[in-house]
Nanobody
């Protein structure tokens, strides 16, 4: 079993920045990949980013490339998502996710553990 503790989120103006954090505890073999998905009202859950266990490999959705940066704290088994140049369309509930293995999947079904989600709202 893995537990995910999320922090960050809130309200920010367009063009602003925000940082999300996620710490995993429990079975480390099942939490080698950390990442985020998001879900906007009326839309399907979508992949945002993922990072490997050592932080050397990352994967980003095209919609956030160049604006969002994921990083890994390997000693604490935690990840951070720095979101810059935020847009109103980034407004969503952001879910921290984790899975075992090394594949930085973009599929919802490939992630076995999910955080409770944190609201990010970007105003115009």
């Amino acid at each position: 079993q893995v537990q995910l503790e999320e922090s960050g989120g809130g309200l920010v103006r367009a063009g602003g920045s925000m940082r999300l954090s996620c710490a995993a505890s429990g079975d480390t073999f099942s939490s080698t990949i950390l990442g985020w998905f998001r879900q906007a009202p009326g839309k399907e859950r979508e992949f945002v980013t993922a990072i490997s266990w050592n932080g050397q490999n990352t994967n980003y959705a095209d919609s956030v490339k160049g604006r969002f940066t994921i990083s890994r704290n390997t000693t604490k088994n935690a990840a951070h998502l720095q979101m810059n140049s935020l847009k109103p369309e980034d407004t969503a509930i952001y879910y921290c996710v984790t899975r075992g293995g090394s594949y930085l999947s973009t599929s919802v079904g490939d992630y076995h553990y999910w955080g409770q989600g944190t609201q990010v709202t970007v105003s115009t």
